[in-house]
């Protein structure tokens, strides 16, 4: 069974920094990418990062480049995304996903957590 869960949220000023978690089970046999979603109040899915299984490749999108980093631990199959410089707009419920590697609609990824909210407000 595949488990993913997300925790590490909170709310934060302007500025801040933050180092999200995502616990993965049962997915260390695929070859799904792993990739780092948000989706802010009455918005749309919007893609963040995503690492691919086999390349070890990871990718951003423009509006996080150079803000966040998204990394792994193999030894106890956990994401992290470490969040830097945060902005009011960066205020969103985050998630980890498995899937073929990016995309702005759920229907792009297999299996998601919870989500963690991040609030970033002064």
């Known amino acids: 069974e595949v488990q993913l869960a997300e925790s590490g949220g909170g709310l934060v000023q302007p500025g801040s920094s933050l180092k999200l978690s995502c616990a993965t089970s049962?997915?260390?046999?695929?070859?799904?990418?792993m990739s780092w979603v948000r989706q802010a109040p009455g918005k749309g899915l919007e893609w963040l990062s995503v690492?691919?299984?086999?390349?070890?490749?990871?990718y951003y999108a423009d509006s996080v480049k150079g803000r966040f980093t998204m990394s792994v631990d193999t030894a106890t199959d956990t994401l992290y995304l470490q969040m830097n410089n945060l902005r009011p707009e960066d205020t969103a419920v985050y998630y980890c996903?498995?899937?073929?590697?990016?995309?702005?609609?759920?229907?792009?990824?297999?299996?998601r957590g919870q989500g963690t909210q991040v609030t970033v407000s002064s």
């Open positions: 996903a498995a899937g073929a590697g990016y995309g702005s609609s759920w229907s792009d990824y297999r299996y």
């Open positions: 049962g997915l260390s046999s695929t070859n799904y990418a």
């Open positions: 690492l691919y299984a086999y390349s070890r490749n990871i």
